[in-house]
């Protein structure tokens, strides 16, 4: 299995509405990553698992509550947000636990409308 | 940091080489340089990576100056499923990255 798997594809919320992103890979990756992808525009790292544990937040709002329940399974927790946080939001993974770009594999990502 | 600069877009004709520049003239000695591609309505994938020597793998080559102030990814023989946007990252000394703006390729039948 050499796929990172993302759900729901599409998601619809209002700014009430609590939701959350799935994200999983069975590739035995030590690092998971995700990601904001506003349109025409290039990926922005939103947080950084390594070894199960929060490495890195790019200062985002506390809105968005990542969660890393095990080594194959990274959740990003959505609440209160904004329609200005509609975009394309994408999970990855990498081979080392040593974080950064290197050899990154990326999920289909999870097109979230915020009305 | 080293930022790096990309065309906005080219065209390429199907069954030709492609080649895409990248600036990065503040790349320190250590700073590797990927590359990788965006189809539309998917997720980034990685290509190529190197540092100082050329690399080449079964998707494209890279082809890095002896300065390394600019690389070039080359694939060479473009076809249709190659359209993308293709963006050149350095990772800097701690592991930071940013994605550049990257070069949108447009393969031509």
């Known amino acids: 299995d050499t796929e990172v798997t993302q759900t729901p594809k599409h998601l619809v919320m209002g700014m009430t509405n609590k939701k959350s992103l799935k994200c999983e890979q069975h590739m035995g990756h030590r690092a998971m990553y995700w990601y904001k992808q506003k349109a025409k525009k290039p990926p922005e790292l939103m947080f950084v698992?390594?070894?199960?544990?929060?490495?890195i937040n790019e200062s985002v709002p506390s809105r968005f509550s990542p969660e890393c329940p095990n080594s194959s399974l990274l959740n990003l927790h959505l609440h209160a947000l904004q329609p200005e946080d509609s975009a394309l939001y994408l999970c990855?993974?990498?081979?080392?636990?040593?974080?950064?770009?290197?050899?990154?594999?990326f999920g289909p990502g999870t097109r979230l409308t915020v009305l | 940091d080293a930022k790096t600069t990309q065309p906005t877009s080219m065209d390429c004709a199907e069954g030709r080489a492609a080649n895409l520049p990248c600036n990065h003239s503040t790349i320190s000695g250590n700073e590797y340089v990927y590359w990788y591609r965006q189809i539309h309505s998917q997720g980034p994938q990685y290509i190529i990576h190197?540092?100082?020597n050329n690399e080449t793998n079964e998707m494209a080559s890279l082809i890095i100056t002896e300065d390394r102030k600019s690389s070039t990814l080359i694939l060479p023989h473009a076809t249709l499923r190659d359209t993308a946007v293709y963006y050149c990252?350095?990772?800097?000394?701690?592991?930071?990255?940013?994605f550049g703006t990257g070069t949108s390729l447009t393969v031509i039948p």
């Open positions: 190197g540092l100082k």
């Open positions: 990855a993974s990498a081979p080392s636990g040593t974080w950064g770009i290197r050899e990154q594999f």
């Open positions: 990252i350095v990772e800097l000394t701690g592991n930071q990255f940013y």
């Open positions: 698992y390594s070894y199960e544990k929060l490495s």
